[in-house]
């Protein structure tokens, strides 16, 4: 069996080498830190979520039992890292984003009432393309965290409905709901990206 490309970097952390704990964040710090922007809504949570996601790396590697790849590990550990933070933060008394912007969408029911065109594609792909990233991002930024979160998890990071409900402690159910309501309202705030049809 051949072994993990990250097989070395993984025993050098096991023993502590120096040269390994800088290796580690010149290869995944950057991606680490991309995830935590995506979550946290300012620099400074960002860096805090990245700074203690590193300190558990750190601390866990010898729990690491590598039955998934090390970067999908240490992934993992940054989303919970940004997840806690968001909890203590509503906890705390942090108002979430008002959802106004959309309401008039959905029906008394909470159902979804279609606008007359086709998003066309998906979030990730949009993402892609450099001209629409950043009406993009200020769309999946105007969701209140509980949707942005699984919109975030499912549609960009491709966390299935039960990973994403472990990870948010909520049931599949719930993920469902929250998911088809956060892609309802993307599409009304990417509406000018797209002319309507007739």
């Given amino acids: 069996m051949d072994a993990s490309p990250d097989s070395e970097l993984i025993a050098a952390l096991r023993e502590g080498q120096d040269t390994a704990y800088a290796k580690l964040l010149h290869e995944y710090g950057g991606t680490m830190l991309v995830i935590a922007r995506r979550y946290m809504r300012n620099e400074d949570d960002a ?42 933060q509503q906890r705390g008394g942090t108002r979430e984003v008002e959802f106004d912007e959309s309401a008039e969408h959905f029906d008394s029911h909470g159902f979804r009432i279609e606008p007359n065109w086709d998003l066309g594609d998906s979030a990730e792909n949009l993402l892609q393309d450099e001209q629409k ?8 930024d105007k969701l209140p965290d509980d949707f942005r979160n699984v919109l975030l998890l499912r549609d960009i990071q491709d966390y ?14 719930v993920v ?20 309507r049809r007739v």
């Fill in 176 to 195: 469902k709901t929250r998911l088809h309501r956060a892609r309802g309202a993307l599409k009304v705030f990417l509406e000018p990206l797209y002319e």
């Fill in 160 to 173: 299935n409905t039960q990973e994403t409900a472990q990870l948010l402690d909520v049931s599949e159910a």
């Fill in 133 to 140: 990233r950043e009406l993009v991002l200020a769309a999946i």
């Fill in 47 to 88: 860096r805090d979520c990245f700074q203690e996601a590193c300190l558990k790396v750190f601390k866990a590697i010898d729990r690491f039992e590598q039955r998934s790849s090390l970067k999908t590990w240490i992934h993992r550990i940054v989303v919970n890292e940004c997840l806690m933070k968001l909890r203590k």
